[in-house]
């Protein structure tokens, strides 16, 4: 069985930075995609950053210029650097690995259980 396990979340002050970690375990011979998205009160799951293996990036535009996602592919771990956070990054974040291919030889997509991002003015 793979898990995610998500860190780095917590309270910053608008203008701040945090750095979310999400470290996938478990026998695993390969993950295509990993990549953040993140759930506010009231809203939809919406994608934030995904990265390839190759390390093809694509992003929210609300999120361009200010987060950057990166990716350990020997540590199987995805990371994302969040800067310049406003009040409408409150949201709790969901690590997700899609195209794993695990123990079971069969691909299939993970999710984390999230970890709480909270930006005070």
């Known amino acids: 069985q793979v898990q995610l396990v998500e860190s780095g979340g917590g309270l910053v002050q608008a203008g701040g930075s945090l750095r979310l970690s999400c470290a996938a375990s478990?026998?695993?011979?390969?993950?295509?995609?990993m990549g953040w998205y993140r759930q506010a009160p009231g809203k939809q799951r919406e994608l934030v950053a995904v990265?390839?293996?190759?390390?093809?990036?694509n992003y929210a535009d609300s999120v361009k210029g200010r987060f950057t996602i990166s990716r350990d592919n020997a540590k199987n771990t995805v990371y994302l650097q969040m800067n310049s956070l406003k009040r409408e990054d409150i949201a709790v974040y969901y690590c997700?690995?899609?195209?794993?291919?695990?123990?079971?030889?069969?691909?299939?997509?993970?999710w984390g259980q999230g970890t709480q991002v909270t930006v005070s003015s």
């Open positions: 478990g026998t695993i011979f390969s993950i295509n995609v």
């Open positions: 997700a690995a899609h195209g794993v291919v695990d123990g079971t030889n069969s691909k299939r997509n993970y």
């Open positions: 990265i390839t293996s190759g390390g093809v990036t």
